[in-house]
């Protein structure tokens, strides 16, 4: 968990720049970045337009079944840690505020099941990374009261954008544990490259085809993180600052690999 010194130098970090560890230059020069920003508008755009007739159904089968609204908007956490708003169409009724498994096996829908079983729901996604709070892949975006729950090596997830899809999404998604899921995220900001990114969208096809890690083993979505040590760290002031139930995103995802288990660039469950 962390100190006040560590929240001090993390409310200062938000303000510096970044430097890419392997390279040793300014993240902001950084040619791969560039090109990575460059395919996330071009991809996203592209298929904003060709899925737009979906898109559309979508909305009124959301709108016809559950009503108003039609998108779900939580604030995340991005970027060297600001918060954005998520979008993603509405899988569940609307229900109490918190966090309560049970309660979302209530109100998860049989459209809503099925919006997430295909990964539909996550469609309005795109208009995040055009927007730039998102990238195709990185890191899965997650509620901004986990952000001072983090160690400060699973902060290190932040220095990049979040992502679509992840190294998460293709090696267990929801089965695995959060320090797990982090160790993943890790090992994708050390390890990030053009390359290694085709490898996980083309892999993340197949995993949606399959349609397994969906929901965490015993809930229909994401048991909530509540850190890494025993019990439930308190909360620093601001940290529960634009929402932060992890409730109806049943999209998270990751392993702790060491370097030994990576098979073609992809860390392997």
Not at 122 to 135: A, F, M, Q, T
């Amino acid at each position: 968990m962390w100190d006040e010194t560590s929240r001090s130098h993390y409310a200062n970090s938000l303000h510096e720049p970044r430097t890419d560890l392997r390279h040793g230059r300014p993240v902001q020069q950084s040619l791969s970045l560039a090109l990575k920003r460059a395919v996330d508008l071009c991809v996203a755009g592209l298929v904003l337009l060709v899925a737009a007739p979906v898109l559309a159904a979508v909305a009124l089968a959301v709108l016809l079944k559950m009503g108003r609204p039609v998108l779900f908007r939580q604030a995340r956490v991005g970027r060297h840690g600001r918060t954005f708003m998520i979008l993603k169409f509405r899988s569940m009724t609307t229900g109490s505020a918190g966090f309560d498994t049970a309660d979302d096996a209530a109100r998860l829908t049989p459209l809503g099941r099925w919006l997430r079983d295909t990964g539909l729901d996550e469609l309005p996604r795109l208009w995040n990374i055009v927007r730039g709070d998102l990238s195709l892949v990185g890191p899965r975006p997650l509620p901004t009261s986990y952000r001072f729950r983090y160690t400060q090596e699973q902060f290190r997830r932040h220095e990049v954008r979040p992502g679509l899809t992840s190294p998460t999404q293709i090696n267990g998604r929801n089965e695995l544990s959060w320090e797990e899921k982090f160790g993943h995220d890790v090992w994708y900001v050390d390890h990030r490259s053009t390359l290694l990114d085709l490898r996980i969208i083309a892999r993340t096809a197949a995993t949606v085809l399959r349609r397994r890690g969906i929901s965490a083993p015993g809930s229909p979505t994401a048991d909530e993180f509540l850190g890494t040590s025993a019990g439930r760290p308190e909360a620093p002031v601001g940290a529960a600052a634009g929402g932060g139930q992890a409730r109806d995103d049943g999209c998270l995802r990751d392993p702790d690999v060491p370097p030994d288990s990576v098979v073609k660039g992809v860390p392997a469950r």
